[in-house]
């Protein structure tokens, strides 16, 4: 049964998120906070990882997957950001937002859509962030829950549904259902994909031209 650490949303405790990417680096699978919904991650670079957590959830495999990243520079080393695309970047994270945007060699090729672009986000959360400085690598971003189930965002539910498949549950409490805005911004051509928490209002007026 998987390990669940309370953790404080603003102020992460070192200890707990230490726990957490000592888990990651062992091919582990944790439950992490976003500002959107909770999150099941892994190292992006762990092949066993990307595994289990597509077991677990009962996922189509070659359903593309997003992941977290610290920073602009950490983003950059993934994908290939124009000057276009940075800007809106730059206004927009940390935020509820996954960017899709042409990939760049580093990305895992488990993680490549057939069009060679990934899904990126920097959620506007101390934890996830944390997490991911911490470990040094991004985390795979995918919702806590089964494939086409709503997103859990009660821990305690995550606990009793998934417990006994992930090692580590960071708990700030309940979290909203809604998940993040996807846009994509492939070729410098916007186009929202799904709408959620973040505003798309910018976006679709863009798409508009």
Do not use: W
Request: charged content about 25%.
């Amino acid at each position: 049964m998987a390990v669940m650490l309370s953790v404080h949303p603003q102020s992460p405790q070192g200890r707990h998120i230490a726990r957490a990417v000592a888990a990651l680096r062992d091919d582990g699978v944790v439950v992490y906070p976003t500002d959107t919904v909770y999150g099941l991650g892994c190292d992006i670079t762990s092949r066993r990882g990307v595994e289990r957590i597509t077991l677990i959830k009962g996922r189509d495999p070659k359903k593309p997957m997003s992941f977290v990243c610290a920073d602009l520079n950490h983003i950059s080393r993934y994908a290939r950001v124009s000057n276009f695309a940075y800007r809106i970047l730059k206004r927009h994270l940390p935020g509820a937002y996954t960017f899709i945007l042409e990939a760049t060699r580093d990305v895992p090729k488990m993680l490549l859509t057939k069009q060679k672009t990934v899904g990126i986000r920097i959620p506007d959360h101390a934890v996830a962030l944390a997490l991911v400085k911490e470990l040094d690598n991004p985390v795979l971003s995918t919702s806590a829950n089964l494939s086409g189930d709503e997103p859990i965002n009660n821990p305690a539910e995550i606990q009793e549904i998934l417990g006994a498949q992930v090692d580590v549950i960071l708990d700030c409490d309940v979290l909203p259902r809604m998940p993040s805005t996807i846009v994509s911004l492939v070729g410098d051509k916007v186009e929202v994909l799904r709408e959620g928490a973040g505003d798309a209002s910018f976006f679709l007026e863009l798409a508009a031209g």
